[in-house]
C-alpha cells in the first residue's frame, strides 16, 4: 500500500538540501534510502536530487510503498470513542478512567476497540495511557506516522500536560521538580516504586489552585515511566485522589483524579505545529 503526502516548504525557512528537509521531518532512514532510489520525492511536479536545495513555499510530495507494521488487528468493539481531534492522518480521543488503552488477547472493550469502530478499520498505536488515567489519547490512522510519532516521543518534540487532584498540599511548593529513579516493586507486580537502582525519572509539577486537604496541580513528563506521576507524588506524601495502588486512604468508589489535558506535537511530514486540549466540561 501507498502512502502520499504533500507540504509546501515555509516561507520563513532558509533553504536546505532535500536529505537536510527529510532529516527535519524526522523521516526514517530507511524511508530516505527509498526515497533517493527510488525518486519518490518530487519538488514543485519534479524529482529532485537530495543534495539539491529545496526554497520557500516549494511544493514537496512524497510517496512511501515500504511501510510495514507488525500491529495486530484491533476488532471493533461496537462503542464510539469521544473524538476531540482529526485528520486525515491522526485521532485524538478522550480516553475515559478505567478503560485500557489497548486490548490483549481476545479484548475488545479498550479504547483502540472503540477506535476500530469510529474508523472503519484498526488504528495504530502511538502512546499508551494508564487505565485508571482519563484524557487524551493520540491514535495513528496509518502506519507510516508511527515512527515519525515516537521520534518525537523520545525528542520530547511531543509535549503532555496532566492535571491531577493530590492529598496534603501543604507539602508541595508552588511549583518544582521531582526527580526520583523508578523500579518494580518486588512485593507487587502491578506496582511500581522509588528505588535507587530505577530508571532516571523526573517530573514537573505547578499548583494551579488548593485548599486546606487539596490541591489542582499541573504536571509535565520530562520522561515516561509506567505509573511516573502516581509514584512520584505518593513518594514525596501528596497521593493522588482515588489512586488505589499508590494511596492509603483512598476510596474505593472514587476515580483516579488524573487527566491527560493537553498535547503538543508537530504533525508528521509537515511543519504545522498541532494542539490539543480537552474542554474545560470535559475535565474531571
Same mark, same amino acid.
Given at each position: 500500500m501507498s502512502y502520499y503526502f504533500t507540504l509546501n516548504y515555509?516561507?520563513?525557512?532558509?533553504?536546505?538540501?532535500?536529505?537536510?528537509l527529510l532529516r527535519q521531518l524526522l523521516v526514517p532512514r530507511k524511508w530516505r534510502h527509498f526515497l533517493r532510489i527510488e525518486q519518490k520525492i518530487?519538488?514543485?511536479g519534479n524529482y529532485r536530487y537530495f543534495s539539491q536545495l529545496?526554497?520557500?513555499?516549494?511544493?514537496?510530495?512524497?510517496?512511501?510503498?515500504c511501510v510495514d507494521s507488525q500491529q495486530g488487528i484491533y476488532p471493533a468493539s461496537g462503542k464510539l470513542p469521544d473524538v476531540i481531534y482529526e485528520d486525515q492522518d491522526l485521532l485524538v480521543i478522550n480516553k475515559p478512567a478505567g478503560q485500557k488503552t489497548h486490548p490483549n488477547l481476545a479484548e475488545t472493550n479498550t479504547a483502540l476497540n472503540d477506535c476500530a469502530t469510529y474508523l472503519g478499520f484498526s488504528p495504530f498505536v502511538v502512546h499508551r495511557l494508564d487505565m485508571l488515567t482519563s484524557g487524551l489519547l493520540l491514535v495513528a490512522k496509518n502506519p507510516a506516522v508511527?515512527? =515519525?510519532?515516537? /521520534? +518525537?516521543?523520545?525528542?520530547? =518534540?511531543?509535549? /503532555? +500536560?496532566?492535571?491531577?487532584?493530590?492529598?496534603?498540599? +501543604?507539602?508541595?511548593?508552588?511549583?518544582?521538580?521531582?526527580?526520583l529513579p523508578i523500579g518494580h516493586d518486588p512485593n507487587d507486580q502491578r506496582k511500581r516504586m522509588v528505588r535507587e537502582?530505577?530508571?532516571a525519572s523526573i517530573t514537573h509539577y505547578q499548583i494551579l489552585s488548593q485548599t486546606s486537604g487539596e490541591a489542582l496541580i499541573k504536571l509535565q513528563l520530562e520522561t515516561g515511566r509506567t505509573h511516573q506521576i502516581r509514584v512520584h507524588l505518593a513518594a514525596i506524601g501528596c497521593p493522588i485522589l482515588g489512586d488505589p495502588l499508590y494511596n492509603p486512604d483512598c476510596n474505593p468508589?472514587?476515580?483516579l483524579h488524573l487527566t491527560a489535558y493537553q498535547m503538543a506535537f508537530n504533525k508528521p511530514f509537515s511543519f504545522d505545529k498541532i494542539q490539543v486540549k480537552l474542554p474545560l466540561e470535559k475535565n474531571r
Amino acid at each position: 500500500m501507498s502512502y502520499y503526502f504533500t507540504l509546501n516548504y515555509p516561507k520563513n525557512l532558509k533553504p536546505c538540501s532535500v536529505s537536510d528537509l527529510l532529516r527535519q521531518l524526522l523521516v526514517p532512514r530507511k524511508w530516505r534510502h527509498f526515497l533517493r532510489i527510488e525518486q519518490k520525492i518530487r519538488v514543485n511536479g519534479n524529482y529532485r536530487y537530495f543534495s539539491q536545495l529545496v526554497y520557500p513555499d516549494d511544493k514537496i510530495e512524497l510517496e512511501l510503498d515500504c511501510v510495514d507494521s507488525q500491529q495486530g488487528i484491533y476488532p471493533a468493539s461496537g462503542k464510539l470513542p469521544d473524538v476531540i481531534y482529526e485528520d486525515q492522518d491522526l485521532l485524538v480521543i478522550n480516553k475515559p478512567a478505567g478503560q485500557k488503552t489497548h486490548p490483549n488477547l481476545a479484548e475488545t472493550n479498550t479504547a483502540l476497540n472503540d477506535c476500530a469502530t469510529y474508523l472503519g478499520f484498526s488504528p495504530f498505536v502511538v502512546h499508551r495511557l494508564d487505565m485508571l488515567t482519563s484524557g487524551l489519547l493520540l491514535v495513528a490512522k496509518n502506519p507510516a506516522v508511527v515512527p =515519525i510519532l515516537n /521520534r +518525537e516521543l523520545t525528542t520530547k =518534540i511531543f509535549h /503532555r +500536560e496532566y492535571l491531577a487532584v493530590v492529598n496534603h498540599p +501543604e507539602k508541595l511548593q508552588a511549583s518544582g521538580t521531582i526527580a526520583l529513579p523508578i523500579g518494580h516493586d518486588p512485593n507487587d507486580q502491578r506496582k511500581r516504586m522509588v528505588r535507587e537502582d530505577g530508571l532516571a525519572s523526573i517530573t514537573h509539577y505547578q499548583i494551579l489552585s488548593q485548599t486546606s486537604g487539596e490541591a489542582l496541580i499541573k504536571l509535565q513528563l520530562e520522561t515516561g515511566r509506567t505509573h511516573q506521576i502516581r509514584v512520584h507524588l505518593a513518594a514525596i506524601g501528596c497521593p493522588i485522589l482515588g489512586d488505589p495502588l499508590y494511596n492509603p486512604d483512598c476510596n474505593p468508589d472514587e476515580l483516579l483524579h488524573l487527566t491527560a489535558y493537553q498535547m503538543a506535537f508537530n504533525k508528521p511530514f509537515s511543519f504545522d505545529k498541532i494542539q490539543v486540549k480537552l474542554p474545560l466540561e470535559k475535565n474531571r
